[in-house]
């Protein structure tokens, strides 16, 4: 990972194309990555990172970001119109958070995280009998093996 921050703390972020572009300050910085089960995010692949609402600024393409949703509509899936790259989401499971895609943060990989959690999305833990809790299904590890 490279130093992206700007002198506010917030990272600048892009999709793919350079379309959309961003300005990000993370709830936990890069601390804590995850991944979901659930039938959307298993096709998708990221990896994602916590931002406030108020803390993700769209600094070009607003106009190009569309929006995706399932299910039961609550979570705000946006993807690039030009380059399909998915850039962020509005939670389902706390809707005052965007989850953002660490591979649109610039300098950051999904491959610089050598295990991320990966979260049970196949029963919500907002469908769960007595309320929100996060239940880890597993983990996904990465080693980048040594050069030849």
């Known amino acids: 990972m490279t130093d992206n921050k700007t002198t506010n703390g917030a990272m600048n972020g892009s999709c793919h194309c350079g379309t959309i572009r961003f300005t990000v300050t993370l709830v936990e910085g890069l601390e804590k990555p995850r991944r979901c089960t659930c039938s959307f995010c298993r096709m998708r692949g990221a990896v994602v990172v916590s931002a406030m609402l108020p803390d993700l600024t769209i600094t070009q393409g607003s106009e190009a970001l ?4 399932f299910n039961t509509k609550k979570a705000e899936h946006y993807f690039c119109s030009k380059c399909g790259i998915y850039t962020h989401h509005r939670r389902r499971s706390n809707p005052n958070h965007f989850s953002i895609n660490v591979a649109c943060l610039e300098g950051v ?35 980048k093996l040594p050069e030849a």
């Open 66 to 69: 569309t929006l995706y949703q």
């Open 109 to 143: 990989s999904p491959f610089d995280f050598e295990c991320v959690p990966v979260l049970d999305g196949v029963v919500h833990h907002s469908d769960r009998p007595g309320g929100p809790a996060y239940v880890t299904a597993g983990l996904l590890r990465y080693e």
